[in-house]
Structure formats: structure tokens, C-alpha cells
């Protein structure tokens, strides 16, 4: 718990002020507020889909055996795909927040989910906002809702789930009680979204063009989020039986595998009702479109159903695809890994809107001129992974305690959590899947990496850390009855 609340305070948590936007002497960027409509009437749209809980080997872009993402396969097809893209962490707001500032969860503080985002980082949306972009969020679960921070920068953060056919009964949920529904079915996330497109004018209206008359100048910044992957896996019938288990008398397993793939599907085909609305009013070609996963699913390739315990490859790695012909080549595939704290950085240099000044600095990197084909990315760039918090926890015969951290660097992956006494090493070249532990019989790797990992962990940290804090005991109070402390 003191660690928690120590992080807290080093992230420079402000109570009560997550939920209600920046305070004015919380700035801590620069942003281009100053640019002139006339330069951002030439810039695109954009439009990052968030899809939960989405595994890659588990989309057929990336090669999976069930049909289950024909429109993400049309979008790389139609621009660049990242073959080694990864979520910082398996879990949601942490993964989140660091696609939006481009900070890995040890700098922005969000280390678990429940958790408000620290009020000093700029968000991608209050930077978008500040270049004249208008902007917008269509959100499907809690785990994202505006009272997290997440919010700041969007005129619309539509995170109202009443009536939302949430799949997942659930009352109370990282400390927080849940007054409505936990989350809202994707079909209507994009209807809604459609809807302010409408009104917005980005769209002509269902019953004519008198929307579309209006030709905004204005660019959007939308941000949609799909929760349907994420358990319980609970497709609509017409989704199931497009992927029906492999068997008369499939395992347990094998039906909720068979039930997340028509999931994956059913949010795959409701991005693609959006694209389609934008393409048929001649928007999409303007638009740059980003779609990545938030984290993937453990499905028991270790042990664990579902995600945040772990930090193996299927938790971790995600699709990540960019769209806009007008700028990106087509049908790119790039090897190198990357990670979702590259996005921010990417859209802004994408669409020319300079990089705020920020502290901490960005930690992401932009991937625009490896994508266009004018530089290349660094093979060996090392990845840093992170388990989520857990004060101490057991579920299902796995027992996690604090902080588990990972390296990616090249063919090496090395996983470390020292509360646990567990330490592994992985060849991902020769055991993609993680399946061979070698840390006793490479011990000069294991050093090596292990090693790499310490000095990757407080390079980020001495890069981050406000000058330490104490939390006082008024601040810890408010916490526990906040339940940001477990
Ligand atoms: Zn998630």
C-alpha cells in the first residue's frame, strides 16, 4: 500500500480535481493554441479505434486462421501495419494513458486501473484541441470513463452507458460502485458516434444533407473505444455462429475461444460500419485513421484466462495499423517493435501540429518516417513491460505480489518480478510463444538482460520523478475512501 501511495504522490496526484479538467496552474505544456485556422483547415482528420482486449495473433491481419477482422486486414492492406506493436501494460486505463501521452506507466503514474490520471499530463486530445482540432470521444466502458481524467481535451466524452447492453453484470468494481451499466455494446458506441458526426456536420443526416451542407473546416480528433472482446465473452447469436467451436463436443475452452473471436469480429465490423459512413461522404481519404489494441487475452497459453497478471506475448502484443493514403504508403508491413506510447508522438509529427513541450519528456518515439520510408527503426529499441500493481493477489492458482517488469530487446524477452522470486528468460526467435524458460541454463543472458532491465527501469524513473513526496495522512484518508487504495 505505501508503495502505491508513495507512486501516487511522485505522480503528483491531486485529489479531486482528476474528474473536473487541468487546474490553470497545472499547465505543464505549451501547446499550439495559437495555430491560425487557416493551417488546420488543411489538416486530416483523425480517428484512433481502440480495440480491448485484442489479442494480435487472435486478428486475422496478423495472420490468425479464423476470419475474424476483415476490415483491419482492408486498412493495412490500405496503409502500414506494425507486426510487433505493444501495450506497456495489460491493462486498460494504464494502456490508455500511455497511447495518449506518450509516457510508459512508470512515468504517467496510472500503474492499475480506478486510478485518476495525473492532472499535470498533457493529453493528446488537449493538444489536438489547442491546434484547432474539434474533438471528441465515444467510449464503451468504465474502465475509461471521464471521472478517470481521460477526458481532458474532448469536447464530447460520450461515456454514458445506461441502456448500453452491458454483457457484465457488475456492481462494484476497482473500489468503485457502479451506479449504471458497466459498459456499452459497440454497435451502439458507433452509433453514437455516427450520430455526433451528424451533428457535427462531418456527415450528411439520416434523412438528408442538411448536415453535410454545413462543411465544417474544422478537423475532428474522435477516439472510439470497443470493450466487446474483453470477458465475459458473450457475442450476439449472429456473431457465434460465424465461429462455432472447433469441435461437435469442444472443451470450455475451446467455446469461450470460439465466443472472444466472434467478439474480435463484432467489434472488427463495427469500426467498419464508421469507416464506411466516413468513406461514403467522401471523409475517410482525409482522415488518418489509427486502430490498436489495448492490451491482449491470456486465453491459458500461461495459465490465466484473462489479462493484467501476466506480461507473456498474448498480453501484451496488439495490432497497431495507420491509415491516410494522402501521406502513408499501402499495404507496408514493418518488423521492428514499437510501442503504443509511439502514437501521440506519430499523429502529431503525421499531421504537422508541433510536439508541446512537456515534462516529463515523451517517452514514445514518432514512427511517421519509418513509415514513409525515409528512416528505419532500431531492431533492437528495448521494450519495457509492466505488470499492474497488485498489492497481493491469487486467483485461480496464481499468486501475484507488486511490481513485474519485462525487457524486449531483440530476440530476448526477460521477465522479472523480485516479490515473487521469479525470474525468466525467453528466445521469442526459436519460442515465440514463451514456452521454454532458459533463465538457469543462459545464465550469462539472464545477467545481461537483467542487467538491461534495471538500468531501462531507473532511466525512466530518474527521467520521471518529480522530487519526492510524502503523501500525508489527509491524502491517504481520502484515497482509502475513494478505494484507490486496495
Ligand atoms: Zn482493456
Known amino acids: 500500500m505505501r508503495q502505491l501511495l508513495l507512486a501516487l504522490a511522485a505522480a503528483g496526484l491531486v485529489l479531486g480535481q482528476a474528474a473536473h479538467g487541468r487546474p490553470a496552474d497545472a499547465q505543464s505544456a505549451t501547446a499550439d493554441a495559437a495555430a491560425p485556422a487557416a493551417a488546420t483547415a488543411k489538416r486530416p482528420n483523425v480517428l484512433?479505434?481502440?480495440?480491448?482486449?485484442?489479442?494480435?495473433?487472435?486478428?486475422?491481419?496478423?495472420?490468425?486462421?479464423?476470419?475474424?477482422?476483415?476490415?483491419?486486414?482492408?486498412?493495412?492492406?490500405?496503409?502500414v501495419r506494425f507486426e510487433a506493436a505493444y501495450a506497456p501494460m495489460a491493462t486498460t486505463l494504464p494502456s490508455h494513458t500511455s497511447m495518449f501521452t506518450g509516457l510508459l506507466p512508470r512515468t504517467h503514474g496510472a500503474l492499475k486501473n480506478g486510478l485518476p490520471v495525473n492532472p499535470k499530463l498533457t493529453l493528446l486530445a488537449e493538444t489536438l484541441g489547442g491546434a484547432g482540432y474539434r474533438t471528441a470521444a465515444f467510449l464503451s466502458s468504465f474502465a475509461v470513463s471521464g471521472?478517470?481524467?481521460?477526458?481532458?481535451?474532448?469536447?464530447?466524452?460520450?461515456?454514458?452507458?445506461q441502456d448500453g447492453q452491458c454483457k457484465w453484470?457488475?456492481?462494484?468494481?476497482?473500489?468503485?460502485?457502479?451506479?449504471?451499466?458497466?459498459?456499452?455494446?459497440?454497435?451502439?458506441?458507433?452509433?453514437?458516434?455516427?450520430?455526433?458526426?451528424?451533428?457535427?456536420?462531418?456527415?450528411?443526416?439520416?434523412?438528408?444533407?442538411?448536415?453535410?451542407?454545413?462543411?465544417?473546416?474544422?478537423?475532428?480528433?474522435?477516439?472510439?473505444?470497443?470493450?466487446?472482446?474483453?470477458?465475459?465473452?458473450?457475442?450476439?447469436?449472429?456473431q457465434a455462429k460465424l465461429f462455432p467451436p472447433p469441435s461437435a463436443n469442444p472443451t470450455e475452452l475451446e467455446r469461450d475461444i470460439a465466443n472472444y473471436d466472434a467478439e474480435i469480429h463484432f467489434a472488427d465490423q463495427e469500426m467498419g460500419k464508421l469507416l464506411d459512413a466516413l468513406a461514403k461522404a467522401g471523409r475517410l481519404d482525409d482522415t488518418l485513421v489509427i486502430v490498436a489494441g489495448d492490451h491482449g487475452e491470456g486465453l491459458m497459453d500461461h495459465g490465466w484466462m484473462l489479462h493484467g497478471l501476466q506480461i507473456y506475448e498474448e498480453a501484451v502484443r496488439v495490432p497497431l495499423v495507420f491509415r491516410w493514403p494522402a501521406k502513408l504508403p499501402q499495404g507496408k508491413t514493418i518488423a521492428e517493435p514499437v510501442e503504443l506510447i509511439?502514437?501521440?508522438p506519430t499523429v502529431l509529427e503525421l499531421i504537422g501540429v508541433p510536439a508541446p513541450k512537456v515534462t516529463p519528456p515523451v517517452e514514445g518515439i514518432s514512427l511517421a518516417a519509418a513509415m514513409t520510408g525515409t528512416?528505419?527503426?532500431?531492431?533492437?529499441?528495448?521494450?519495457?513491460?509492466?505488470?499492474?500493481?497488485?498489492?497481493?493477489?491469487s486467483e485461480k492458482g496464481i499468486a501475484?505480489?507488486?511490481?513485474?517488469?519485462?525487457?524486449?530487446?531483440?530476440?530476448?524477452?526477460?521477465?522479472?518480478?523480485k516479490e515473487e522470486?521469479?525470474?525468466?528468460?525467453?528466445?521469442?526467435?526459436?519460442?515465440?510463444?514463451?514456452?521454454?524458460?532458459?533463465?538457469?541454463?543462459?545464465?550469462?543472458?539472464?545477467?545481461t538482460m537483467a542487467d538491461r532491465l534495471?538500468?531501462?527501469?531507473?532511466?525512466?524513473?530518474?527521467?520521471?520523478?518529480p522530487a519526492a513526496r510524502t503523501v500525508s495522512e489527509e491524502d491517504q484518508r481520502k484515497l482509502e475512501a475513494l478505494g484507490y487504495v486496495q
Open 48 to 79: 484512433v479505434v481502440t480495440l480491448d482486449t485484442t489479442r494480435a495473433d487472435h486478428t486475422s491481419a496478423y495472420g490468425y486462421a479464423r476470419p475474424t477482422t476483415p476490415r483491419l486486414i482492408e486498412l493495412a492492406q490500405q496503409g
Open 342 to 344: 509511439d502514437i501521440a
Open 169 to 238: 453484470d457488475v456492481e462494484r468494481w476497482e473500489g468503485q460502485k457502479i451506479a449504471g451499466d458497466f459498459c456499452r455494446r459497440g454497435d451502439l458506441t458507433r452509433a453514437a458516434t455516427v450520430k455526433w458526426l451528424e451533428s457535427a456536420g462531418y456527415l450528411p443526416g439520416a434523412k438528408g444533407t442538411a448536415g453535410a451542407a454545413k462543411q465544417p473546416e474544422q478537423p475532428f480528433f474522435i477516439w472510439i473505444h470497443f470493450f466487446d472482446p474483453h470477458n465475459p465473452y458473450d457475442p450476439l447469436p449472429e
Open 421 to 447: 522470486d521469479s525470474f525468466e528468460l525467453y528466445d521469442l526467435k526459436s519460442d515465440p510463444r514463451e514456452k521454454s524458460n532458459l533463465a538457469d541454463a543462459k545464465p550469462a543472458e539472464r545477467a
Open 375 to 393: 528512416a528505419k527503426l532500431d531492431p533492437q529499441r528495448p521494450i519495457l513491460l509492466q505488470r499492474r500493481f497488485y498489492a497481493s493477489k
Open 400 to 417: 501475484v505480489k507488486g511490481s513485474k517488469h519485462a525487457l524486449r530487446l531483440g530476440d530476448w524477452k526477460y521477465i522479472e518480478a
Open 454 to 465: 534495471a538500468k531501462t527501469v531507473a532511466g525512466t524513473a530518474a527521467a520521471t520523478a
Open 147 to 161: 471521472r478517470f481524467g481521460l477526458q481532458r481535451g474532448f469536447s464530447e466524452y460520450d461515456d454514458r452507458f
